[in-house]
């Protein structure tokens, strides 16, 4: 039991040490303790997954938290199938996110801060993925929550990352706020919060309803929207996907580990943990899958003329996960988390690329910059990062026998089998994977290819990456390639659909109602989309790299909406922020700290006049006390004597 | 003609703690009279406290519960609980006294002696069988704490606050006193066990006379664990004594006040729990909101935490208002909590005194995050295990308190008591908000010292720990007063 | 049997009780309604054919005097006990001793405590 529980500690162990004698005594020594502790998780991790492997499914309670009557919350661990899906994804690329650190962040005043904090992360996150009720689930969800707070915000001199920190915090509680409802209705509903229990017994409640406002609701649908409603928030889904490309303002490694690989994915997981609640409600279902498919074609359309390379990447995880929320709401979970799994490699990758240019461009300009309209050219100065480039997007973009193809495509099948609505979808998806394709390859080229567009005095200082940047880099692009492996689909090999098996006994396996033809020109459309939108880049971008212009030019509406990101952000702004702002601004003076302070001075100010009166009884004179302590003991004595 | 007393080794036995404590305590004030370095003063202040630590170690569960010297002393689980609550607050109370005396210029090897004192006065309470043994140990608390009270001569501060104390101390005495005088006339005996005996074999429970008796003794073990409206002098006592004290007093003589309230009227009137539960109930109402309520507008934090102090006061006196042996656990529990959270705050109040600085303001907080991340973080676990936020160690407290309330029927009481539970964690969160998003107005220097730094960790980290890990000590705590 | 006698057997109290207010109050009321009032500047003044005071009329003691007051009535308190204990010798026996001389000395070290402290130095 001690090897589960130690999974999570060790990160843990990591942060109290570093955060409690980073600043005076480890300094910049801080990886010696971070580094050995998630490769320990890591190596814990796989010796319990090869036991899931064999069959065992680890649910154990570690300790009664409160026990009163029938009141009974208990820490506890589950680790099946799902969770070791899991576990691998956070604490193998977590430990080459840590690795990659080791030389991205170094030099940093707070080098110590961010590993105590991505430990912290690390941690939070195994509670989340290793609870076994929803209490402990929430911890986890919340405390991740908190740690992306604190690492959006790392740069914290800089006025824009602490905004982002503080629109991602407070975008978040919006989500967490219906997720915290929902589970406090499963409690109310079930009375209790284990998962087994609240799942065993979901389907006893079917058909219940209760009445919220006059309206008859259906209980089991309820709990799924709100459950959805904070899986929405933290995996960034339309309409609250605004802080996501924000978050990119903290270091890359974070964006890489947190804002694609493992926190934003919890809403995935959650829905997918919880999918026997959800398949009881076909309302909440429709609503997840339409969801995702929309957030899916959405973002991407954002995608497209952002210039920023790791916003760019940004609205490509939105887009993604859209798809692995469409997976989940047709009822395909396991394609959904299979497709989690291999994106989190290839998403990760592109940070870390991403992140490795930034690097050598910083160390050359002396400056940030993330502009790809002034790079270009990168190639021949940066080979390796170029490659495992190319790699990640031939992943991404879904072209054959690499990862990214496999979870895709079994995403696209298994829409397209699911009637008519799931018709509509799958060509929302497939329209999602041809802007997909382009607006990956257009990074590339206009990052790597043609000729570098800074000033040349610059390009001669530009290099490759240190090896303790570039070996995490190749080794996420083996996982890259590789990954999907384990999800072939039986048209091509028998038997290859060897995760879908293996998560069989958690999310299922849908029977599907296609044929192979119908598989077949599914799997047709995907590749056909993923080579038409490399080669629309290529045009644009290589044969004729004035054609961008023209059709801008030419499309100058369509391009500002998208490059506004559909004036979203102005339209939070206009309803909701600034309304907000001009209100506080009448009663208090300024927004930050005085929306905070003024919860705190504020609401009870009320009260405080009223205790204003109350002090002024304790005059401070001896004969006072005295005469209140006899009038007090006359009081007591009448009292009781009138209550007899 | 025989000895009416007859002493044997078994009494003795049974207060070697106590006299372990007074007899270092003389030692100590021999030691002082040829050592210079009151460190040393302090260590064996510590050393004998641990000694007697020990005795009572030795003697839980001995037998199950065990009448000595003629019934008038007992020694069970619950006393020696108490008394390891009392041991704990010795010692973190010493760990932080040290610095913070010499910065006082009041580093005296008489406050040692006195805190031995005054502690063992409070495990004279816990034990006692016998009303007059109980006065006894009352009085050895009390007046040892006055005189703390009043220990930096050179400021009126501290003067005022002793006279004050000592003045409304002897009137509360006074009606404890009084309370004995008139249970005994109706009884005939100061026994504790004897007189719920006479009162049930006499049918006595709805005599006036008794029911002025029990008022009386409520009225005076009220005084001492300042509940409303007998809690008139905490504040301004509070604010002026040595900070240390403050916190000494604001958990020890509390806890034993609580030990007695807790073994006389379980005890000696469980036959008149309808009667004195009806005069509790407004008393802890009252307490929950008086404490409550004028924290809020205060700008000293020696006073806010008085006030704090008052209003825990109100939700320990919950479960003895529950009525069960259960309340009585969950009340227990809540002593032993509140013991770590608020000597801990206490000593972060401590560390903000430097020369030449009070730091007893609320805006002196501002800022801290900044220049002390460390103590400002500390600060945060304190103040929200006493508002009660999981995973601290004050939301269990809180938690098995309220849950008895309401098994022994008593929810409006509890939702009373929780809503004046959230309106208290806005002044403790409005310490968090001036510490972590405010500005600072000046330098704070932080007086350290290496018992500070221990008490400080040992306080945080039990508050975390009882707060993730609650059930062992309230396993402890059930064997102690339940025996399972 | 306690608890049966209690209201008749305190009725003499309250009668003394109600007699010796009677007393005290009706003396003060007769004299304010016997005596004639005619008040004037020279009668008001403390001493009516004497100085008036100068200075505050309460002064202050040293200290020492009271720490001396306070040594005394702990001895005295002492030898008042040991008295009856030297009166009862041979029935107390050797318990008797033993409590005595934990007694004497626990005071021993007060004495000595209050010695080094410099309690009987008057300068």
């Known amino acids: 039991m001690l090897k589960y529980i130690l999974i999570p500690l060790l990160p843990l162990l990591s942060f109290i040490i570093n955060i409690l004698f980073g600043r005076n005594y480890i300094k910049n020594r801080a990886h010696w303790i971070a580094v050995p502790a998630i490769l320990g998780s890591f190596v814990l991790a796989v010796s319990a997954c090869i036991e899931v492997l064999n069959g065992k499914v680890i649910d154990i309670n570690v300790y009664s938290w409160i026990v009163s009557g029938s009141f009974n919350v208990s820490v506890g661990i589950l680790i099946d199938q799902l969770t070791a899906v899991m576990l691998m994804v956070v604490t193998s690329i977590g430990s080459l996110i840590f690795i990659y650190s080791v030389g991205y962040m170094h030099g940093d005043k707070g080098y110590y801060r961010f590993f105590a904090y991505l430990s912290l992360f690390i941690f939070s996150m195994l509670t989340l993925v290793m609870a076994n009720n929803f209490l402990i689930m929430y911890l986890g969800w919340e405390a991740v929550g908190l740690c992306s707070y604190f690492l959006i915000g790392f740069w914290f001199h800089k006025k824009s990352a602490g905004d982002a920190g503080k629109k991602a915090f407070i975008v978040n509680r919006f989500g967490d706020f219906g997720f915290g409802l929902g589970v406090i209705l499963i409690f109310l509903t079930f009375g209790s919060l284990n998962y087994m229990e609240v799942f065993g017994a979901a389907g006893g409640i079917v058909g219940q309803t209760i009445t919220l406002l006059g309206y008859k609701v259906d209980l089991i649908t309820l709990i799924c929207l709100l459950l959805f409603c904070g899986a929405m928030g933290k995996s960034a889904q339309f309409p609250f996907h605004v802080w996501l490309p924000d978050a990119m303002e903290g270091p890359t490694p974070v964006s890489a580990l947190i804002h694609a690989a493992t926190m934003v994915t919890a809403g995935v997981f959650m829905v997918a943990r919880c999918n026997t609640l959800f398949s009881y409600s076909q309302t909440a279902m429709n609503t997840v899958a339409i969801v995702g498919g929309f957030t899916a074609i959405f973002a991407a359309t954002i995608a497209l003329v952002q210039n920023d390379i790791k916003r760019v990447i940004a609205y490509s995880t939105v887009s993604q996960l859209g798809y692995m929320f469409l997976a989940l709401g047709v009822g395909a979970y396991s394609a959904g988390v299979f497709h989690l799994y291999t994106h989190a490699f290839f998403k990760a990758l592109l940070f870390l690329g991403s992140g490795s240019v930034i690097h050598a461009l910083h160390h050359a300009k002396q400056d940030d910059e993330q502009n790809m309209q002034v790079m270009g050219g990168l190639k021949k100065h940066m080979p390796i990062t170029y490659w495992v480039f190319i790699l990640a997007t031939l992943s991404i973009t879904g072209i054959p026998f690499l990862s990214g193809f496999f979870s895709k495509d079994e995403i696209l099948w298994q829409t397209f089998q699911a009637g008519d609505l799931g018709k509509f979808l799958w060509f929302l998806g497939a329209l999602a994977a041809l802007l997909t394709a382009f607006y990956s390859w257009r990074l590339i080229y206009l990052t790597f290819h043609g000729e570098y567009r800074g000033d040349t005095e610059c390009e001669s200082r530009i290099h490759e990456s240190p090896l303790v940047i570039t070996i995490p880099l190749m080794l996420l692009a083996v996982g890259a390639v590789a990954a999907g492996w384990v999800g072939i689909p039986p048209v091509f090999l028998e038997h290859g659909d060897k995760i879908g098996y293996f998560l069989a006994p958690v999310l299922g396996h849908p029977e599907g109602h296609g044929t192979h033809a119908q598989e077949y020109f599914v799997i047709a459309s995907s590749i056909f989309v993923a080579i038409a939108g490399w080669v629309i880049a290529y045009i644009m971008y290589i044969k004729n790299p004035g054609l961008p212009e023209k059709l801008f030019s030419a499309f100058r509406p369509v391009h500002k909406v998208l490059f506004n990101k559909y004036y979203i952000d102005e339209f939070y702004d206009k309803t909701i922020v600034q309304p907000v702002l001009k209100a506080s601004d009448k009663i208090i003076l300024a927004f930050d700290v005085n929306v905070i302070e003024g919860v705190v001075n504020g609401v009870p100010s009320l009260i405080g006049v009223f205790s204003k009166g109350l002090r002024k009884i304790q005059t401070g004179l001896l004969s006072n006390y005295a005469a209140v302590m006899a009038i007090g003991v006359l009081c007591v004595v009448g009292y009781m004597f009138f209550m007899r | 003609m025989d000895l009416p007393i007859t002493i044997t080794l078994m009494d003795i036995r049974a207060i070697v703690p106590e006299l372990t404590l007074i007899c270092v305590g003389l030692i100590i004030m021999l030691l002082d009279l040829v050592v210079k370095k009151k460190d040393l003063v302090a260590l064996a202040g510590i050393a004998g406290t641990v000694l007697a630590l020990f005795g009572t170690y030795k003697l839980y569960g001995v037998t199950d519960t065990q009448f000595v010297f003629s019934n008038m002393f007992v020694l069970d689980g619950y006393a020696n609980f108490f008394k390891v609550i009392f041991y704990i607050n010795l010692i973190l109370t010493i760990c932080i006294s040290i610095k913070y005396m010499e910065i006082e210029k009041s580093s005296f090897g008489e406050y040692y002696a006195l805190l031995l004192f005054a502690t063992s006065g409070m495990m004279i309470m816990a034990s006692a069988a016998d009303l007059i043994v109980l006065y006894l140990g009352l009085e050895l608390m009390a007046l040892s704490t006055y005189i703390l009270t009043g220990l930096m001569r050179k400021q009126p501060r501290s003067n005022e606050a002793a006279i004050k104390y000592f003045f409304l101390g002897a009137f509360s005495s006074a009606f404890l006193l009084y309370g004995i005088s008139l249970t005994y006339g109706m009884t005939g005996t100061t026994n504790i066990k004897e007189i719920a005996f006479a009162i049930s074999t006499l049918g006595i429970a709805d005599n006036p006379i008794m029911y002025l008796g029990l008022i009386f003794m409520i009225v005076a073990f009220s005084f001492k664990v300042a509940l409303a409206p007998f809690h008139m002098w905490a504040p301004d006592v509070y604010e002026g004594a040595p900070t240390s004290i403050t916190a000494f007093m604001s958990v020890g003589p509390k806890a034993a006040g609580f030990a007695v309230m807790g073994r006389i009227l379980m005890g000696a009137f469980g036959d008149m729990q309808a009667q004195w539960v009806t005069v509790l109930i407004p008393l802890a109402v009252l307490t929950m909101a008086t404490g409550s309520i004028i924290a809020l507008s205060q700008t000293n934090i020696k006073r806010m935490l008085a006030y704090s102090s008052i209003a825990h006061a109100g939700y320990i006196l919950l479960g003895i208002i529950a009525g069960t042996p259960e309340g009585l656990t969950a009340s227990v529990n809540y002593l032993m909590i509140y013991t770590f959270m608020n000597i801990g705050a206490f000593a972060i109040v401590i560390m903000l005194r430097s020369k030449g600085f009070q730091g007893e303001n609320l805006d002196d907080y501002k800022g801290l995050a900044k220049s002390h991340p460390v103590a400002a973080a500390l600060m945060l676990i304190f103040m929200f295990s006493l508002a009660g936020i999981p995973p601290t160690a004050g939301f269990i407290g809180k938690f098995y308190v309220f849950m008895e309330l309401i098994g022994s029927g008593y929810t409006p009481l509890a939702i009373i008591a929780i809503i004046f539970s959230a309106i208290s964690a806005f002044f403790y969160l409005r310490i968090v908000v001036y510490m972590y998003m405010k500005d600072a107005e000046q330098e704070i220097v932080l007086t350290q010292s290496p018992t500070m730094n221990i008490a400080l960790a040992v306080t945080s980290v039990m508050v975390l720990v009882l707060g993730i890990f609650p059930s062992f000590l309230l396993y402890f705590v059930r064997y102690s007063i339940m025996g399972y | ?123």
Not at chain 3, 50 to 75: D, T, W
């Open chain 3, 1 to 123: 049997m306690p608890g049966t006698y209690i209201p008749t057997d305190y009725f003499p109290v309250l009668v003394i009780l109600l007699i010796a207010s009677a007393i005290g109050l009706g003396a003060l009321v007769a004299g304010i309604l016997v005596r004639p009032r005619r008040p004037y500047a020279q009668k008001l003044t403390p001493y009516e054919s004497g100085n008036p005071p100068i200075g505050e009329p309460r002064s202050q003691f040293s200290v020492k005097f009271y720490i001396i007051a306070m040594l005394f009535v702990v001895f005295d308190v002492e030898a008042v006990f040991m008295y009856p204990w030297a009166v009862a010798y041979d029935k107390l026996g050797i318990f008797g001793f033993v409590e005595m001389m934990l007694f004497m000395f626990i005071l021993l070290i007060g004495y000595i405590y209050v010695w080094k402290k410099g309690a009987f130095n008057w300068e």
